[in-house]
């Protein structure tokens, strides 16, 4: 299996970025996927996350900013991110639960994706 991500790069303070992470392989069926980040010297934290039923749950700090998507045809999850701040700044990694079709579980994770939001 593989979590390919895409979108990333530079742009301004207040401006947008939409991520995107495509999961590719012997797949059964995907659980919760998500994206979360890592700024340099900080731990990795959740950003956003959602089923495969579509809810989503949002880390406080991107509430009413960031928008999680998902195309469960196309095993893709999308990550609209607008009115984006210099602290947005991080390398983005997107996360999926995903069940093979062998019957295994397993969680996996994309390459990441640098973000970088100048002020």
């Known amino acids: 299996v593989q979590l390919q991500a895409s979108g990333g790069g530079l742009v301004q303070a207040g401006g947008s970025l939409r991520l995107s992470c495509a999961a590719s392989?012997?797949?059964?069926?995907?659980?919760?996927m998500g994206w979360y980040r890592q700024a340099p010297g900080k731990q990795r934290e959740l950003v956003a996350t959602?089923?495969?039923?579509?809810?989503?749950n949002y880390a406080d700090f991107v509430k009413g900013r960031f928008t999680l998507s998902r195309d469960n045809a196309k095993n893709t999850v999308y990550l609209q991110m607008n009115s984006l701040k210099p602290e947005d700044t991080a390398v983005y990694y997107c996360?999926?639960?995903?069940?093979?079709?062998?019957?295994?579980?397993?969680?996996?994770w994309g390459q990441g994706t640098l973000v970088t939001v100048s002020s």
């Open positions: 392989g012997n797949i059964f069926t995907i659980n919760a």
């Open positions: 996360n999926a639960d995903i069940i093979l079709r062998t019957w295994v579980r397993n969680d996996y």
């Open positions: 959602i089923t495969s039923g579509g809810n989503t």
